[in-house]
T-cell receptor, first 109, second 113 residues
């Protein structure tokens, strides 16, 4: 079967660091995508990991462990505009994606 | 920039009506997808297409059909709308041949009364 799990909601303070975890079990796996979705808007691409390890892109970093079926998204120096839902998605052999339920992050002043 | 457009942002229909949701992408992408998004359930794949006139069922195809007559256009059809099809519908496209990101349209919020 296919299953992707991530926390439903998280809260953090402006300027802080937050880590959003994602665990996955899929029949096929090519890599792991992270998307950001603000309320009422389309998801937009944040990062993609195909190899184990950490990928850093400005304030955002993403980590993948293929052997553990685990990924996380790390957001540093949180800003109010980072309040959004964060979706992890497993890439099924370059065909379709399997999305997790999304984590709604609230950044408080 | 890739642009994915959807025919309507908001749509209200009555139970039993036939509903067409249109999606157009302008980057010559091979792959196109239709999802619905519901609170707590995330994005669920309805149908996808690898090429013109090709279609594949996703996880929840019941009650839906699709059409892809041209490469840039992928239509989702609700033959007889029901209240449990009230949802946000998102279209996406992706370049084929590798692990590329999906680009999403703005979504259509459909309400079936």
């Amino acid at each position: 079967g296919q299953n992707i799990d991530q926390p439903t909601e998280m809260t953090a303070t402006e300027g802080a660091i937050v880590q959003i975890n994602c665990t996955y079990q899929t029949s096929g796996f090519n890599g792991l995508f992270w998307y950001q979705q603000h309320a009422g808007e389309a998801p937009t691409f944040l990062s993609y990991n195909v190899l184990d390890g950490l990928e850093e892109k400005g304030r955002f970093s993403s980590f993948l462990s293929r052997s553990k079926g685990y990924s996380y998204l790390l957001l540093k120096e949180l800003q109010m505009k980072d309040s959004a839902s964060y979706l992890c998605a497993a890439d099924n052999y370059g065909q379709n994606f399997v999305f997790g339920p999304g984590t709604r992050l609230s950044v408080l002043p | 920039d890739v642009k994915v457009t959807q025919s309507s942002r908001y749509l209200v229909k009555r139970t039993g009506e036939k509903v067409f949701l249109e999606c157009v992408q302008d980057m010559d992408h091979e792959n196109m997808f239709w999802y619905r998004q519901d609170p707590g359930l995330g994005l669920r794949l309805i149908y996808f297409s690898y090429d013109v006139k090709m279609k594949e069922k996703g996880d929840i195809p019941e009650g839906y059909s699709v059409s892809r007559e041209k490469k840039e256009r992928f239509s989702l059809i609700l033959e007889s709308a029901s209240t449990n099809q009230t949802s946000m519908y998102l279209c996406a496209s992706r370049r084929g041949g590798g692990s590329n990101e999906q680009f999403f349209g703005p979504g259509t919020r459909l309400t079936v009364l």
